[in-house]
């Protein structure tokens, strides 16, 4: 009896290993470039393409029942059109559907075609060959390394911008030798390095100046920089190793190649595709629980010519597409993936879209940003787009929260290394965040980017957390930015007729608070972190800023608690007077760097932070600043590694500043870590200031010098320093600052008010108090026609009573 008993649990043992081993396999199919789409899909049998094993698994009645599986054998799937997957490709929870690479085979999708090319010597060390009849193509990959279009100045991976650039990029006297440059392309730099501008090249005059359309890629439009320019794709300036132009009309391909490339083993790949995979469903039938594990995606085309749609009120326009794009999809997750020199955005999740995960993924060398995250604007209340746009307060709709649900939401970047971000369009960000709730950024490793690593667009409608990143080496080509930047351009800002002790309540209505902890910043191209134009509802606390400090514009609630500000400080810009602020229990290592603060109160409560001397403590004493706060050496235990905390004896202690770990920054995965680059750590000065001169003597002598002088009754100076960001305008623009205008001065009986900033008077532009004087002395008593910037906005009036 025991026996049969005993046989009987056996098998009974063996059944439970059976079904439990058929529901942890579940359903397998595979692909492999050598396959064909007449097999099976079997291991022994696969299939060729990634859209018959699609299709197999939508007709294979087992979506929702088991787990299915699409493994991709080693070797690159080059795709004629995106893989699109809908709500019919859906699994469930409890049975997902994956795609992923075969054990630790390396597969990679590409939008692009490899070219069987016969190659003949040109001139000069070009080489020419003829390609296949219709191909258009923007990028052109040689072993697997992206070349650059024949361009002027020459690529020169050590300048910047642009990897270099040129005042006369496309000069008449340049363009004198261009035969045809007519599908050429104009890069350059916003006027205040805001980002950049693209062309394409129409034609060219008689006089050898060059026409061209475009210009629409940044959302607060100016002139292009004057200097900071390339061009490309012109056939004339192909003169150096690693450039291209292809002819499309002859159908030929010319190219130098590096020395040490032999064409004739070289493979060679050109661009097709915008698009490599789309997750697209709806909103009542989304496409649900599908992964992408551990694949490589590689050739998509670049798409800063449809960089055009507006982002609210940000600096930003974007294009609304990446080479993963998210469109109504919900718990999708994209790990351990790999994404290389991709040409636009790299993961783009556009609209609704709920619990989608990017985890252990290596995204490098793309064309615009990294993972982005962009809900649709008609979710927002009162949604203005250009900078310059104001509503009243009557005007606005004062419910709380979004007007749709058509937004990301409750999303994870997770664990990933992001670098060489914005090679080809410089509004672009490791990670973009608009119009979006709830979205996680967390142990992610963010550098070598041209703009922000992190980019919040406005506070619609935040909840977002910042955690354990390390970001660093940022701001690389632009200017008035952060390694970490947000806007705050919401319904508040800039609103006409509002009531003071309304505003803070307007401000509240779009966001929920959003986090940033447990992090280390570095940008030495502007401030660690910046909380730009209104940025509200923000608490910041167990950070560490090694170069730039923490910058609060205007904005409401912020609380900043328990950070480490190595070498710098706060920066508080252009607060409201009831901004309701907090800033407490930070190890400050700099006076704060206060610029257009208001009259009165400034903040809820700026105390017990910890200083190096009483000269920075005391600066803003006039203000009730820092009155309990404290002055020592905070004793950190290992600077020169990196090791912040304070020792048991710290006196930091004593203004209940808590320790936090040092070791967590950054990615986590064993093979991004053993890659990832760490930032460049200061030398900690403990006598930046001394005790008795808080802005040391240089700062002091730049101070003296710039006392304001009188001009029609205003306390007037000229600009430096951070007054170009306050005011939002450019150095190369600058302007007189009106430090204070009297009631009963003429400046005030034309119309000026206290902090509005001249820049042209009669058709001239004024940068000093000596410009300014003569440019009035000039106009001999006839009027005086005047544009000035007030709140950010130009504005221009007619001055008729003056003083010569």
């Not at 992964?291 to 974007?318: C, Q, V």
């Not at 109160?601 to 403590?617: H, L």
């Not at 058709?763 to 950010?792: C, D, F, M, N, S």
Request: overall charge neutral; hydrophobic content about 35%; charged content about 25%.
């Amino acid at each position: 009896m025991c026996e049969i008993m005993s046989m009987k649990m056996k098998c009974f043992a063996v059944l439970i290993i059976l079904v439990f081993a058929h529901v942890a396999l579940g359903v397998e199919y595979y692909v492999a470039p050598g396959g064909s789409d007449d097999n099976p899909g079997t291991e022994k049998k696969p299939f060729k393409t990634l859209e018959t094993a699609r299709d197999a698994v939508r007709e294979s009645g087992k979506l929702g029942k088991e787990s299915v599986t699409v493994y991709l054998r080693e070797g690159i799937y080059h795709l004629d059109k995106a893989l699109v997957l809908g709500s019919g490709d859906s699994g469930t929870a409890k049975c997902p559907v994956t795609y992923a690479c075969y054990r630790n085979e390396k597969a990679v999708i590409s939008g692009g075609m490899k070219l069987a090319l016969d190659w003949k010597p040109y001139q000069s060390g070009i080489f020419q060959t003829i390609t296949p009849a219709g191909l258009d193509f923007d990028q052109l990959f040689v072993n697997g390394e992206r070349q650059h279009m024949a361009r002027y100045p020459n690529y020169d991976a050590d300048t910047y911008p642009y990897n270099g650039a040129a005042a006369d990029a496309f000069s008449p006297a340049r363009a004198a030798k261009w035969n045809n440059p007519v599908g050429g392309y104009i890069h350059a730099m916003h006027r205040a390095r805001w980002g950049g501008y693209h062309y394409r090249i129409t034609g060219k005059k008689p006089d050898n100046n060059v026409t061209y359309e475009g210009g629409w890629q940044n959302n607060r439009p100016g002139r292009m920089h004057g200097t900071e320019r390339f061009v490309e794709n012109i056939f004339e300036e192909l003169d150096t190793e690693g450039e291209w132009y292809h002819n499309a009309a002859e159908n030929t391909l010319y190219y130098m190649p590096d020395k040490g490339v032999d064409l004739k083993k070289a493979v060679v790949e050109v661009v097709r595709l915008r698009h490599l995979v789309e997750f697209k469903g709806a909103k009542e039938t989304p496409v649900s629980h599908i992964n992408i594990s551990g694949i490589t995606f590689r050739h998509a085309a670049r798409t800063f010519m449809d960089t055009k749609e507006p982002l609210l009120r940000s600096d930003w326009a974007i294009y609304r597409g990446g080479a993963l794009f998210f469109a109504a999809a919900e718990d999708c997750s994209i790990t351990d993936c790999e994404f290389d020199q991709l040409g636009g955005n790299t993961i783009f999740a556009s609209g609704y879209n709920r619990r989608l995960t990017v985890k252990g993924c290596h995204i490098h060398g793309s064309g615009a940003s990294g993972v982005c995250f962009v809900g649709d604007p008609k979710s927002v209340r009162s949604a203005l787009f250009n900078y310059g746009q104001r509503l009243s307060y009557g005007e606005i709709d004062k419910t709380p929260g979004p007007k749709t649900d058509d937004y990301p939401a409750e999303c994870v970047v997770d664990d990933c290394l992001i670098h060489d971000i914005g090679i080809v369009e410089k509004q672009a960000a490791g990670v973009q965040i608009s119009m979006a709730q709830k979205i996680t950024v967390r142990h992610c490793s963010i550098y070598d980017v041209g703009r922000a690593g992190i980019n919040i667009g406005e506070g619609a409608f935040g909840g977002h957390v910042i955690e354990f990143c390390d970001v660093f080496d940022t701001v690389l080509e632009t200017g008035d930015h952060g390694s970490f930047n947000s806007w705050g351009r919401d319904r508040f800002w800039g609103v006409r007729d509002a009531p003071k002790d309304k505003l803070a309540e307007l401000a509240l209505l779009d966001t929920e608070v959003s986090t940033i902890r447990n992090s280390r910043w570095r940008c030495d191209h502007g401030w660690d972190v910046d909380l730009d134009d209104g940025s509200s509802y923000y608490e910041i606390y167990n950070n560490v800023f090694l170069h730039g400090g923490l910058k609060l514009r205007e904005g409401f609630c912020r609380k900043v608690y328990n950070n480490i500000s190595v070498n710098s400080t706060l920066h508080p810009h252009v607060w409201y007077e009831n901004s309701q602020d907090v800033i407490t229990g930070n190890i400050w290592m700099a006076p704060y760097a206060a610029v257009q603060m208001p009259s009165g109160a400034w903040g809820k409560e700026v105390d017990r932070n910890m200083f190096m001397t009483d000269g920075q403590r005391l600066k803003y004493k006039n203000k009730n600043w820092d009155l309990n706060s404290i002055v020592g050496d905070p004793m950190f235990v290992d600077p020169d590694k990196g090791d912040y905390r304070v020792k048991p004896e710290s006196p930091a202690l004593k203004i209940g500043f808590k320790n936090f770990p040092m070791d967590k920054f950054g990615v986590q995965k064993a093979d991004l870590k053993a890659i990832a680059r760490t930032p460049e750590l200061p030398e900690v000065s403990y006598r930046m200031n001394a005790t008795l001169n808080p802005l040391g003597r240089k700062a002091k002598i730049r101070e003296t010098r710039r006392r304001a002088s009188k001009w029609q009754g205003a306390a007037a100076r000229g600009m430096s320093g951070e007054d170009y960001s306050a005011f939002g305008v450019s150095k190369e623009d600058g302007g007189i600052h009106l430090v204070s205008v009297h009631p009963r001065s003429l400046a005030a009986a034309a119309g000026f008010q206290t902090d509005d900033l001249i820049q042209v008077v009669n058709g001239k532009r004024v940068k000093t108090i000596k410009e300014l004087y003569e440019t009035t002395a000039a106009a001999e008593g006839k009027p005086l026609e005047i544009q000035y910037v007030r709140a950010q906005a130009v504005e221009k009036l007619t001055m008729t009573g003056y003083a010569k």
